[in-house]
Protein backbone atom coordinates (compact mmCIF):
# COMPACT_ATOMS: atom_id res chain seq x y z
CA UNK A 1 0.00 0.00 0.00
CA UNK A 2 1.66 3.40 -0.55
CA UNK A 3 1.99 6.01 1.10
CA UNK A 4 -1.25 8.03 -0.58
CA UNK A 5 -3.54 5.19 0.67
CA UNK A 6 -2.08 4.85 4.38
CA UNK A 7 -1.94 8.91 5.29
CA UNK A 8 -5.42 9.37 6.88
CA UNK A 9 -7.28 11.68 8.12
CA UNK A 10 -5.51 14.01 5.84
CA UNK A 11 -6.42 11.43 3.73
CA UNK A 12 -5.61 10.37 0.09
CA UNK A 13 -2.51 11.66 -0.16
CA UNK A 14 -1.31 14.69 -2.36
CA UNK A 15 1.18 16.71 -0.88
CA UNK A 16 2.65 20.39 -1.24
CA UNK A 17 0.50 23.05 0.55
CA UNK A 18 0.72 24.49 3.77
CA UNK A 19 2.43 26.78 5.51
CA UNK A 20 5.61 24.98 5.93
CA UNK A 21 7.42 22.87 3.13
CA UNK A 22 10.64 20.79 5.28
CA UNK A 23 12.52 20.90 7.83
CA UNK A 24 14.31 23.37 7.16
CA UNK A 25 11.29 26.09 7.55
CA UNK A 26 10.19 25.04 10.28
CA UNK A 27 13.40 25.42 12.15
CA UNK A 28 13.98 28.80 10.97
CA UNK A 29 10.44 29.64 12.86
CA UNK A 30 11.20 30.60 16.51
CA UNK A 31 8.12 30.21 18.35
CA UNK A 32 8.18 29.94 22.35
CA UNK A 33 4.61 29.32 23.30
CA UNK A 34 5.69 26.69 25.87
CA UNK A 35 4.22 29.38 28.71
CA UNK A 36 0.84 29.59 26.18
CA UNK A 37 0.47 26.46 25.87
CA UNK A 38 0.64 25.00 29.88
CA UNK A 39 1.72 21.80 29.26
CA UNK A 40 5.07 21.51 29.99
CA UNK A 41 6.89 20.52 27.06
CA UNK A 42 10.74 20.13 26.82
CA UNK A 43 12.07 23.55 26.11
CA UNK A 44 14.08 22.21 22.89
CA UNK A 45 10.47 21.58 21.79
CA UNK A 46 8.62 24.88 21.27
CA UNK A 47 6.51 23.47 18.39
CA UNK A 48 3.42 20.53 18.16
CA UNK A 49 4.81 19.87 14.42
CA UNK A 50 1.74 18.05 12.65
CA UNK A 51 3.15 16.31 9.48
CA UNK A 52 0.50 15.95 6.90
CA UNK A 53 -0.43 14.91 2.84
CA UNK A 54 -3.60 16.08 1.07
CA UNK A 55 -5.23 16.48 -1.36
CA UNK A 56 -5.80 20.01 -3.12
CA UNK A 57 -9.83 19.70 -2.26
CA UNK A 58 -8.90 18.92 1.39
CA UNK A 59 -5.93 21.40 1.45
CA UNK A 60 -9.13 24.27 0.26
CA UNK A 61 -11.41 22.90 2.81
CA UNK A 62 -9.48 21.99 6.16
CA UNK A 63 -6.24 23.84 5.94
CA UNK A 64 -8.07 27.37 5.92
CA UNK A 65 -5.63 30.56 6.43
CA UNK A 66 -8.31 30.80 9.86
CA UNK A 67 -7.47 27.47 10.78
CA UNK A 68 -3.60 27.92 10.10
CA UNK A 69 -3.22 31.20 12.02
CA UNK A 70 -5.16 29.62 15.04
CA UNK A 71 -2.83 26.76 14.89
CA UNK A 72 0.35 28.93 14.54
CA UNK A 73 -0.81 31.12 17.45
CA UNK A 74 -0.59 28.27 20.09
CA UNK A 75 2.24 26.62 18.86
CA UNK A 76 1.01 24.28 15.90
CA UNK A 77 3.12 23.95 12.80
CA UNK A 78 1.36 22.23 9.82
CA UNK A 79 4.12 20.64 7.62
CA UNK A 80 3.50 18.89 4.25
CA UNK A 81 4.84 15.31 3.41
CA UNK A 82 7.14 14.55 0.59
CA UNK A 83 5.69 11.73 -1.03
CA UNK A 84 8.52 11.21 -3.05
CA UNK A 85 11.25 11.27 -0.08
CA UNK A 86 11.27 8.79 3.45
CA UNK A 87 9.19 10.23 6.07
CA UNK A 88 12.58 9.22 8.47
CA UNK A 89 14.25 12.19 6.36
CA UNK A 90 11.58 14.57 7.29
CA UNK A 91 10.17 15.99 10.35
CA UNK A 92 10.70 15.41 13.02
CA UNK A 93 6.94 15.36 13.82
CA UNK A 94 5.11 15.29 16.79
CA UNK A 95 1.77 14.00 14.87
CA UNK A 96 1.57 12.11 11.96
CA UNK A 97 -0.58 9.91 9.53
CA UNK A 98 1.31 7.34 8.48
CA UNK A 99 1.13 3.75 9.77
CA UNK A 100 4.93 2.56 8.78
CA UNK A 101 6.20 5.94 10.36
CA UNK A 102 4.80 4.64 13.51
CA UNK A 103 6.26 1.43 13.75
CA UNK A 104 9.30 2.82 13.23
CA UNK A 105 9.13 6.06 15.53
CA UNK A 106 6.42 4.79 18.28
CA UNK A 107 7.07 8.08 20.08
CA UNK A 108 5.36 9.88 17.54
CA UNK A 109 1.61 9.74 17.70
CA UNK A 110 -0.43 8.89 14.10
CA UNK A 111 -4.28 9.32 13.47
CA UNK A 112 -6.22 6.82 13.25
CA UNK A 113 -5.09 2.97 12.40
CA UNK A 114 -5.66 2.72 8.49
CA UNK A 115 -7.36 -0.60 9.96
CA UNK A 116 -10.14 0.56 11.83
CA UNK A 117 -10.48 3.22 8.82
CA UNK A 118 -10.66 0.81 6.43
CA UNK A 119 -13.78 -0.39 8.71
CA UNK A 120 -15.89 2.35 7.71
CA UNK A 121 -15.48 2.44 3.84
CA UNK A 122 -17.93 -0.60 4.14
CA UNK A 123 -21.22 0.15 4.94
CA UNK A 124 -22.29 -3.66 5.48
CA UNK A 125 -19.79 -3.16 8.59
CA UNK A 126 -19.93 1.05 9.18
CA UNK A 127 -23.06 0.41 11.17
CA UNK A 128 -22.37 -2.84 13.24
CA UNK A 129 -20.83 -1.83 16.18
CA UNK A 130 -23.67 1.09 16.98
CA UNK A 131 -26.31 -2.13 16.34
CA UNK A 132 -23.97 -3.90 18.87
CA UNK A 133 -24.03 -1.28 21.51
CA UNK A 134 -28.16 -1.88 21.98
CA UNK A 135 -27.60 1.67 23.88
CA UNK A 136 -30.47 2.85 25.89
CA UNK A 137 -30.61 5.26 28.33
CA UNK A 138 -33.22 7.60 30.52
CA UNK A 139 -32.61 9.90 27.19
CA UNK A 140 -33.07 7.96 24.68
CA UNK A 141 -32.68 5.12 22.56
CA UNK A 142 -30.05 4.31 19.56
CA UNK A 143 -30.16 2.19 16.92
CA UNK A 144 -29.95 1.50 13.44
CA UNK A 145 -32.48 0.99 10.82
CA UNK A 146 -33.37 -2.63 9.42
CA UNK A 147 -30.80 -3.12 6.28
CA UNK A 148 -29.95 -6.11 4.22
CA UNK A 149 -26.20 -6.06 1.79
CA UNK A 150 -26.96 -7.14 -1.94
CA UNK A 151 -23.70 -7.32 -4.04
CA UNK A 152 -24.92 -8.82 -7.33
CA UNK A 153 -27.95 -9.24 -9.35
CA UNK A 154 -30.28 -6.52 -9.08
CA UNK A 155 -33.12 -9.09 -9.89
CA UNK A 156 -32.94 -11.00 -6.85
CA UNK A 157 -33.63 -7.99 -4.83
CA UNK A 158 -37.05 -7.95 -4.77
CA UNK A 159 -37.00 -11.88 -3.48
CA UNK A 160 -34.22 -11.05 -1.11
CA UNK A 161 -35.95 -8.34 0.26
CA UNK A 162 -39.35 -10.14 0.96
CA UNK A 163 -37.55 -12.76 2.52
CA UNK A 164 -35.92 -10.10 4.72
CA UNK A 165 -39.07 -8.54 5.68
CA UNK A 166 -37.99 -5.21 4.90
CA UNK A 167 -40.59 -2.73 4.72
CA UNK A 168 -40.65 -0.36 1.99
CA UNK A 169 -39.97 2.15 0.76
CA UNK A 170 -35.87 1.22 0.88
CA UNK A 171 -32.79 3.60 1.07
CA UNK A 172 -29.91 2.47 -1.34
CA UNK A 173 -26.44 3.15 -0.85
CA UNK A 174 -23.18 1.94 -2.28
CA UNK A 175 -21.66 -0.65 -0.37
CA UNK A 176 -18.10 1.42 -0.82
CA UNK A 177 -18.33 4.29 1.31
CA UNK A 178 -15.01 5.73 0.34
CA UNK A 179 -15.36 9.47 0.59
CA UNK A 180 -16.31 9.57 -3.43
CA UNK A 181 -19.16 11.46 -4.91
CA UNK A 182 -20.55 8.43 -6.42
CA UNK A 183 -20.41 6.94 -2.62
CA UNK A 184 -22.61 9.68 -1.55
CA UNK A 185 -25.10 9.18 -4.01
CA UNK A 186 -28.28 7.69 -2.77
CA UNK A 187 -31.93 6.07 -4.06
CA UNK A 188 -35.07 6.07 -2.96
CA UNK A 189 -37.31 3.12 -4.32
CA UNK A 190 -41.04 3.16 -3.45
CA UNK A 191 -41.53 -0.15 -5.02
CA UNK A 192 -41.15 -4.23 -5.23
CA UNK A 193 -40.37 -3.65 -9.67
CA UNK A 194 -37.81 -0.49 -9.17
CA UNK A 195 -35.75 -2.83 -7.16
CA UNK A 196 -34.97 -4.38 -9.90
CA UNK A 197 -33.18 -1.51 -11.50
CA UNK A 198 -30.88 -0.61 -8.33
CA UNK A 199 -26.91 -1.02 -9.56
CA UNK A 200 -25.12 -3.87 -6.94
CA UNK A 201 -23.35 -3.79 -5.08
CA UNK A 202 -25.23 -1.57 -2.39
CA UNK A 203 -27.08 -1.44 1.19
CA UNK A 204 -30.55 -1.19 1.28
CA UNK A 205 -32.22 0.50 4.30
CA UNK A 206 -35.75 0.92 5.49
CA UNK A 207 -36.52 4.54 5.44
CA UNK A 208 -37.53 5.95 8.32
CA UNK A 209 -39.56 9.20 8.59
CA UNK A 210 -37.66 12.14 10.48
CA UNK A 211 -39.35 15.05 10.12
CA UNK A 212 -36.76 16.16 6.87
CA UNK A 213 -33.99 16.41 9.40
CA UNK A 214 -30.83 14.65 9.74
CA UNK A 215 -27.92 15.47 12.97
CA UNK A 216 -24.61 15.56 11.68
CA UNK A 217 -22.33 14.89 14.83
CA UNK A 218 -18.80 15.82 14.50
CA UNK A 219 -16.60 13.68 16.91
CA UNK A 220 -13.12 15.28 17.65
CA UNK A 221 -11.23 13.58 20.10
CA UNK A 222 -13.84 13.70 22.87
CA UNK A 223 -15.35 17.23 21.45
CA UNK A 224 -18.74 16.75 19.90
CA UNK A 225 -20.52 19.58 17.64
CA UNK A 226 -23.59 19.05 15.97
CA UNK A 227 -25.20 20.66 12.99
CA UNK A 228 -28.80 20.44 11.26
CA UNK A 229 -28.97 19.52 7.86
CA UNK A 230 -32.11 18.84 5.80
CA UNK A 231 -32.42 15.00 4.63
CA UNK A 232 -35.21 13.43 2.36
CA UNK A 233 -39.06 14.63 3.36
CA UNK A 234 -41.06 11.79 5.05
CA UNK A 235 -43.18 9.59 3.09
CA UNK A 236 -46.87 8.58 3.82
CA UNK A 237 -48.60 5.94 3.34
CA UNK A 238 -50.80 7.58 0.61
CA UNK A 239 -47.89 9.22 -1.05
CA UNK A 240 -46.31 5.55 -1.27
CA UNK A 241 -49.16 3.95 -2.65
CA UNK A 242 -48.98 6.55 -5.86
CA UNK A 243 -45.73 6.50 -6.42
CA UNK A 244 -43.63 4.11 -8.32
CA UNK A 245 -39.89 4.02 -9.13
CA UNK A 246 -36.43 4.86 -8.23
CA UNK A 247 -35.96 8.38 -7.02
CA UNK A 248 -32.05 9.17 -7.05
CA UNK A 249 -30.46 12.24 -5.01
CA UNK A 250 -26.75 12.86 -5.79
CA UNK A 251 -25.88 14.10 -2.13
CA UNK A 252 -28.50 14.58 0.82
CA UNK A 253 -26.95 16.90 2.95
CA UNK A 254 -24.45 19.61 2.41
CA UNK A 255 -23.37 22.69 3.99
CA UNK A 256 -26.08 24.36 1.30
CA UNK A 257 -28.71 22.57 2.80
CA UNK A 258 -27.75 23.38 6.44
CA UNK A 259 -31.04 24.08 8.82
CA UNK A 260 -29.75 25.32 11.60
CA UNK A 261 -31.42 28.83 10.92
CA UNK A 262 -34.46 27.43 9.37
CA UNK A 263 -37.92 27.95 10.49
CA UNK A 264 -38.73 24.32 11.73
CA UNK A 265 -41.11 23.22 14.42
CA UNK A 266 -39.21 23.17 17.74
CA UNK A 267 -40.00 19.24 18.44
CA UNK A 268 -38.16 17.79 14.78
CA UNK A 269 -35.39 20.74 15.25
CA UNK A 270 -34.28 19.83 18.72
CA UNK A 271 -30.74 18.28 19.27
CA UNK A 272 -30.51 15.00 20.95
CA UNK A 273 -29.25 15.23 24.27
CA UNK A 274 -25.76 16.04 25.13
CA UNK A 275 -25.62 12.90 27.16
CA UNK A 276 -26.56 10.38 25.35
CA UNK A 277 -24.02 11.36 22.22
CA UNK A 278 -21.88 12.01 24.67
CA UNK A 279 -22.08 8.04 25.74
CA UNK A 280 -22.28 7.13 22.00
CA UNK A 281 -19.38 9.16 21.08
CA UNK A 282 -17.49 7.45 24.06
CA UNK A 283 -18.61 4.21 23.26
CA UNK A 284 -17.95 4.66 19.32
CA UNK A 285 -14.76 5.67 20.15
CA UNK A 286 -13.65 2.93 21.75
CA UNK A 287 -15.17 0.35 19.41
CA UNK A 288 -13.55 1.71 16.34
CA UNK A 289 -10.54 2.67 17.88
CA UNK A 290 -11.02 6.38 16.03
CA UNK A 291 -11.05 9.71 17.11
CA UNK A 292 -11.83 11.98 14.13
CA UNK A 293 -14.93 10.87 12.07
CA UNK A 294 -18.76 12.04 12.17
CA UNK A 295 -22.34 10.37 12.45
CA UNK A 296 -25.52 10.78 10.42
CA UNK A 297 -28.19 11.17 13.14
CA UNK A 298 -32.11 10.62 12.58
CA UNK A 299 -34.99 11.15 15.20
CA UNK A 300 -38.17 9.08 14.42
CA UNK A 301 -40.97 11.46 13.59
CA UNK A 302 -43.68 11.48 16.39
CA UNK A 303 -41.29 9.41 19.04
CA UNK A 304 -39.06 12.33 20.25
CA UNK A 305 -36.43 9.66 22.01
CA UNK A 306 -36.43 6.96 19.32
CA UNK A 307 -32.69 8.02 17.33
CA UNK A 308 -31.09 5.96 14.23
CA UNK A 309 -27.62 6.04 13.15
CA UNK A 310 -27.31 5.84 9.40
CA UNK A 311 -24.05 6.52 8.42
CA UNK A 312 -20.67 7.45 9.89
CA UNK A 313 -18.18 8.79 8.35
CA UNK A 314 -14.43 9.26 8.36
CA UNK A 315 -12.74 12.68 8.51
CA UNK A 316 -15.64 14.53 7.53
CA UNK A 317 -15.57 17.95 6.15
CA UNK A 318 -14.80 19.64 9.17
CA UNK A 319 -14.67 22.74 7.60
CA UNK A 320 -17.92 23.18 7.49
CA UNK A 321 -18.16 22.83 11.54
CA UNK A 322 -18.68 26.37 12.68
CA UNK A 323 -15.34 27.24 14.77
CA UNK A 324 -14.15 24.23 13.49
CA UNK A 325 -10.45 25.83 13.97
CA UNK A 326 -10.58 25.76 17.88
CA UNK A 327 -12.25 22.31 18.00
CA UNK A 328 -9.18 21.01 16.11
CA UNK A 329 -6.21 22.91 17.63
CA UNK A 330 -7.65 22.00 21.18
CA UNK A 331 -7.82 18.67 20.20
CA UNK A 332 -3.92 18.53 18.80
CA UNK A 333 -2.42 20.43 21.68
CA UNK A 334 -4.21 17.91 24.15
CA UNK A 335 -2.69 14.93 22.02
CA UNK A 336 0.50 16.41 22.29
CA UNK A 337 0.03 17.28 26.43
CA UNK A 338 -1.10 13.35 27.10
CA UNK A 339 2.49 12.37 24.82
CA UNK A 340 4.54 14.72 26.57
CA UNK A 341 3.64 14.07 30.05
CA UNK A 342 4.24 10.19 29.51
CA UNK A 343 7.91 11.54 28.93
CA UNK A 344 10.63 11.85 30.92
CA UNK A 345 12.35 14.86 30.35
CA UNK A 346 15.17 14.76 28.81
Known sequence: MGLQEEIVPYVNGGGGGGPYNDKEEVEDTVMDVSAALGIGFPLQRKHVIVGYALTSKKIKSFLQPKLEGLARNKGILFVAIDQSRPLSDQGPFDIVLHKDYRKTHPEV?????????QHLHNRQSMLQCVADMNLSTSYG????PRQLVIKKDAS???????????TLPLVAKPLVADGSAK???LSLAYDQYSLRKLEPPLVLQEFINHGGVLFKVYIVGEAIKVVRRFSLPDVCKRELANNAGVCRFPRVSCAAASADDAD??????ELPPRPLLEKLGKELRRRLGLRLFNLDIIREHGTGDQFYVIDINYFPGY?????????????LLGLAQS???KRPYQ
Do not use: C, N, Q
Request: glycine letters at 4%.
Open 156 to 166: SIPDAVTKAGL
Open 183 to 185: SHE
Open 109 to 117: TVLDPPDAI
Open 141 to 144: KVDV
Open 319 to 331: GKVPEYEHIFTDF
Open 339 to 341: KYK
Open 264 to 269: LDPVIA
